[in-house]
């Protein structure tokens, strides 16, 4: 199974910052298939990127994801009020699907 | 727009069954595809895929939960189910039913609202 580990685990930033989340895994995602996901709570997560840099339908284009191999990264240009939340980091390349630990985004 | 809703009892007994229903709306749970996946999260924890079964009942579960999982596929009511047996408390969390783009690969692109279980006498 692929272990994806997910850094830092809480990043503090202020609204109009660049933020940028890792996702590390433990061998080699096949065709790049990563996808990261938003959660607020008590709500179910949201899809943001998929195949590591492809924005799903309606996502705004501040979020951007990049990387290869076992090194991912999601960025958000510019942050908005509504982007602080917990990230998920999921790999599709082998089963099981897995994902990482997490990425909470905090207002500074 | 597709949307998916669990349903099933929130509370069930240590060495019972969990058992939930996702009814998929806004798009049939045949269409070629697309597979239909169950995730939980324990409390104020991250993600865990449990299960998947396609659109022509082929199924594949988590290894780690493999031999108490049975993920089933009602086309007639548009419909999947999850079935876990001999619970826990370490099986209380919220359970999502997922939408699993499996034609490119398995992310997930649309997510119920999920159903929280608690497993206690």
């Known amino acids: 199974e692929i272990v994806l580990t997910q850094s830092p685990g809480t990043l503090s930033l202020s609204p109009g910052e660049r933020a940028t989340l890792s996702c590390r895994a433990s061998q080699s995602v096949g065709r790049s298939y990563l996808a990261w996901y938003q959660q607020k709570p008590g709500q179910a997560p949201r899809l943001l990127i998929y195949g590591a840099s492809s924005r799903a339908t309606g996502i705004p284009d501040r979020f951007s994801g990049s990387g290869s191999g076992t090194d991912f990264t999601l960025t958000i240009s510019r942050l908005e009020p509504e982007d602080f939340a917990v990230y998920y980091c999921q790999q599709y390349g082998s089963s099981p699907r897995t994902f990482g630990q997490g990425t909470k985004l905090e207002i500074k | ?121």
């Not at chain 2, 809703?5 to 709306?25: A, D, I, R």
């Not at chain 2, 865990?48 to 290894?63: L, Q, R, V």
């Not at chain 2, 619970?87 to 039913?97: H, L, N």
């Open chain 2, 1 to 121: 727009q597709v949307q998916l809703q669990e349903s099933g009892p929130g509370l069930v007994k240590p060495s019972q069954t969990l058992s939930l229903t996702c009814t998929v709306s806004g798009g049939s749970i045949s269409s070629g595809g697309y597979y239909w996946s169950w995730i939980r999260q324990h409390p104020g924890k991250g993600l865990e895929w449990i299960g998947y079964i396609s659109y022509s009942g082929n199924t594949y579960y988590n290894p780690s939960l493999q031999s108490r999982v049975t993920v089933s596929l009602d086309t007639s009511k548009n419909q999947f189910s999850l079935k876990l047996s001999s619970v826990t408390a370490a099986d209380t969390a919220v359970y999502y039913c997922v939408r699993d783009v499996a034609a490119r690969g398995g992310y997930f692109d649309y997510w119920g609202q999920g159903a929280l279980v608690t497993v206690s006498s």
